[in-house]
């Protein structure tokens, strides 16, 4: 049987329009919560590091460490895995914007409203006051719009190129558009077809590909036809033989690779400049520090040295992204207005104790240094510091930080 890919705009009565269609048709219904599972089983990584791929959000270290990418290229992995192991789905959620569109008996539906409509369904199934569910339409459409760039380069999640039929629920009930999807469902163009099957395995040959791919640092955009695998770059890289060169032979150990193409795609020729995550170097590093240029500049020069590093100026912005970025390595400076060091070191060590922390300060005593050390401290060094001291101890806490992520 074919499948149903139903992406939804929030309170569009999506859940509802999904049983009404598992009812009818018998499909079994895989919501992103389910891929979300699977893509943690088959990568090892946490299912919560997969679920930040929906947010719109991205941590700022990202660019360094590739997080996002290579959730989603998990997720992938975990829908082809699950396209080619049963025809007949039922694909509800973020997830329904994966597949690519020349699987053929893939039946792309979009639900969508006016935002009236919207919050007013807002009220009724969650209880939001009309402001609240402004706030929440506008968050829930931001995120839509940043997945939908990724995963298929469009930045309208709603554009009728990405769909098969668009149904309004401002203008149909349930029962309407469940019976609108059914009606679709039976046109002999999204039948099951050995050509269509086909793209279903170039579709996991390929999402094989990019977890590898991803997985040795690299964010190229990967496809696949008949056992060919091509890989299209995206970013400005000097060395661009090299890196095709890379590319082609960790994409070409892939079992079911015949041959991989490279090429470069639009995005070539931006501004954006290609950079590999490299996972042997402290990639998530946050500097704490209120002398702006001394930051700036020490950041700039970690960064010469493949550190990943973002720069914060005081001790409430330390603490915030603690929660929201969740850096692994901080460089901490002591005398700080408002917050001071030792206290973001305290509040750090008992939130957070496995972010190693390195105390970097012109003011420090010898008191100051067995306190820091008391409470959890790395390190404890005095500026000015030798740039190559402060990577050799970076690097060093970031062993540490990997090693305990292994055996945990």
Known sequence: ???????????????????????????????DADLVGLAAKLSGLGAEKIEKAFAAKTSVFNKFTHEKQRAVSWLRLALATELAEREGLLVSGFCALLPPRDIAHVLRVCLIADAAFRRAVAAEEAGLADREAQRALEKSDEDRALWAAQVTASKDPWAPALYDMVVPMDKATVDEA???????????????????????????????????????????????????VFLTINKKVLLLDRLENELRAIAGKVEGVTDV??????????????????????????LVDDEREFVQTLSERLSMREVGSHAVFDGESALRMMADDEPEVMVLDLKMPGIDGLEVLKRTKADRPDVEVIILTGHGSEAD?????????????????????????????????QARKAGA
């Open 178 to 228: 469940a019976a609108l999807v059914v009606k679709h469902l039976a046109d002999p163009a999204v039948r099951v077809t050995e050509a269509s099957r086909a793209c279903a395995r170039d579709f996991l040959l390929a999402a094989r590909v990019e977890t590898v791919v991803t997985g040795k640092g690299h964010d190229v955009a990967v496809s696949a036809k008949d056992g060919v």
């Open 261 to 286: 193409v490279t090429k470069v795609g639009k995005g070539y020729y931006q501004t954006d400049i290609y950079r590999r995550a490299d996972f042997e170097m402290p990639t998530k590093v946050l």
């Open 1 to 31: 049987m074919s499948v149903i890919s139903l992406f939804s705009g929030a309170f569009c009565k999506d859940e509802s329009v999904s049983a009404a269609l598992a009812g009818t048709t018998g499909l079994p219904i895989v919501r």
């Open 369 to 401: 240094r067995e306190e820091c050390m008391r409470l959890g401290a790395f390190a404890y060094l005095q500026k000015p510091v030798d740039i190559e001291l402060l990577s050799d101890t970076l690097k060093r806490a970031n062993e540490k930080v």
